[in-house]
């Protein structure tokens, strides 16, 4: 400890305790312990609750898709309107010059027929995918189904999240033994002294800071692959009679520590490059702002260029990397080969995925808003209702704050792990349409909803074989 100058002061031990208002901290950890009780029912009211709206998906799902559109058309169509409102207003002020008041009247007319042009078009848009949408809409369901018979997948999210914070503590206490594993040197104005390091010591925090990313992209990877794998086992083994329910979480996790797992490392280590090149560019956009030099416009609109490039980038991947997974998981191809064939697989019914993430996104807030918003008022119901609960309640504020955080996390694990079966349920799908297509059968896997609405398939030519366990589809320009 000589090593270091403490800053013990009296002015920032009251600064840390102003900023960190230990008084309300205190409060509201005497509240959790008094309630705990409280807590936990209402953890267990949020897990029902979202099973509950999973099966009310998986039952409603044509009526809650045709709900959404319906109100996407007459939002649009109210906004046009509300533009073309705002021309007749400002058509009648007389306090602004009249060139002014012309150039307004002109921005909200366009502004209102391109709003109404937008709704047209996509009332077109709708009839021309209705098939589509009312595949999607099935694919919106069994992954509802899916969600709800195989709930081991919901404690995957919960057991990764761990395992990150596992790593990120051993990440630091590394990090501090690298930091100051150098040549120790005075540093003036500091609290602390600095360190000298050597060429070999400056590339090892590099790495390290670059591994750093690498393994949380490499636990995200695996979280994916493990839904994905377990949804593509549900997808084709849910008729067997030998099926059972939750088995294909533990096969999916077996198959992608036994054979898969080079190809999960890999498929993070492309995704961290690209983190790494926003990261890179954030800093050197950073360094031209501190020295005055971003302030020149042309300079701030090639960076914005810039970030929206690197952004587009890094999606681009991330989608790469989640039909790949999905891919390897169906034929057990590497990463590269599934890779390909899961983006030819998009690019040949990209209409089909664009609605499915329109939707599925759509869904995943409603559901995230219903499971936080109901759990909510069930807790300030068991808080003022029953005596039991209401009689040891101080502060019920910091209470229902920490029900909507506790019912928003378990929402947010229960649409992640939905939303990963939906991508993986459709691509699956469209894959074991494709190939019965050839033999001009329907899918032979699919749900029954699915089979009444199958219709033909935009492709070249499809050639289908087996390999050993897999079953493979290619595309053949």
């Known amino acids: 400890m ?3 100058c403490m800053p013990f002061d009296n002015a920032l031990a009251n600064t840390i305790q102003d900023v960190t208002n230990i008084g309300t901290i205190t409060t509201g950890i005497q509240e959790v312990q008094k309630n705990y009780d409280t807590v936990l029912i209402v953890a267990g009211i949020s897990l029902v609750i979202s099973f509950v709206y999973m099966f009310l998906v998986r039952g409603c799902a044509r009526l809650l898709v045709w709900v959404i ?18 021309n007749e207003e400002f058509a009648q002020r007389k306090d602004l010059p009249e060139e002014e008041r012309l150039k307004k009247q002109k921005m909200f007319v366009a502004l209102a027929y391109g709003t109404w042009g937008l709704t047209v078009l996509s009332l077109a848009l709708i009839c021309c995918w209705f098939q589509k949408i009312q595949i ?6 069994a992954a509802a189904e899916y969600v709800a018979s195989e709930t081991l997948t919901l404690l995957l999210p919960p057991i990764i999240f761990v395992l990150s914070m596992i790593f990120i503590l051993y990440w630091i206490v590394t ?12 540093g003036p104005n500091l609290p ?6 050597s060429n070999e010591l400056h590339n090892m925090v590099y790495f390290h800071c670059f591994s750093f990313f690498w393994n949380l992209s490499f636990f995200v990877s695996f979280l994916q692959f493990s839904v994905a794998g377990s949804a593509v086992l549900w997808y084709f083994k849910r008729r067997n009679p030998n099926f059972q329910s939750n088995e294909t979480v533990t096969t999916s996790i077996g198959s992608a520590i036994r054979y898969h797992l080079g190809s999960i490392i890999f498929g993070a280590l492309i995704l961290t490059f690209a983190r790494v090149i926003r990261i890179v560019y954030a800093y050197i956009y950073y360094t031209l702002k501190k020295e005055g030099l971003a302030e020149n416009a042309v300079v701030q609109k090639v960076a914005l260029c810039c970030a929206c490039c690197i952004e587009s980038f890094e999606r681009f991947v991330r989608h790469v990397n989640t039909h790949g997974f999905i891919e390897i998981a169906l034929t057990g191809k590497n990463f590269c080969e599934s890779a390909s064939d899961g983006f030819y697989l998009f690019t040949r019914n990209a209409a089909t ?3 499915s993430q329109g939707l599925g996104q759509a869904f995943v807030i409603i559901g995230k808003v219903f499971i936080t918003v109901v759990s909510v008022l069930l807790g300030h119901l068991l808080l003022t209702k ?9 502060d019920g504020f910091i209470l229902l704050i920490l029900f909507g955080i506790i019912a928003y996390i378990i929402a947010s694990v229960f649409m992640e792990v939905w939303g990963m079966a939906t991508d993986a349920i459709l691509h699956s799908f469209l894959v074991d349409h ?15 909803g699915l089979r009444s609405v199958i219709g033909p398939v935009s492709y070249t030519h499809l050639r289908a074989h087996e390999t050993g366990r897999n079953l493979v589809c290619r595309l053949l320009l």
Do not use: M, N
């Open 192 to 197: 602390f002294g600095g360190w000298k390091w």
């Open 136 to 141: 999607v809409t099935e694919v919106l369901a």
């Open 69 to 86: 559109i319906l109100l996407y058309l007459i939002g649009l169509s109210a906004l046009g309107y509300f533009f073309f409102k705002q």
């Open 386 to 394: 029953v005596p039991q609960f209401s009689e040891r309640v101080t």
């Open 2 to 4: 000589d090593l270091f």
């Open 175 to 186: 990090l501090a033994y690298l930091w100051s594993s150098g040549e120790r040197k005075e």
């Open 434 to 448: 494709e190939i019965h297509k050839l033999s001009g059968l329907k899918a032979k896997h699919c749900p029954d």
């Open 353 to 355: 995925f664009g609605l």
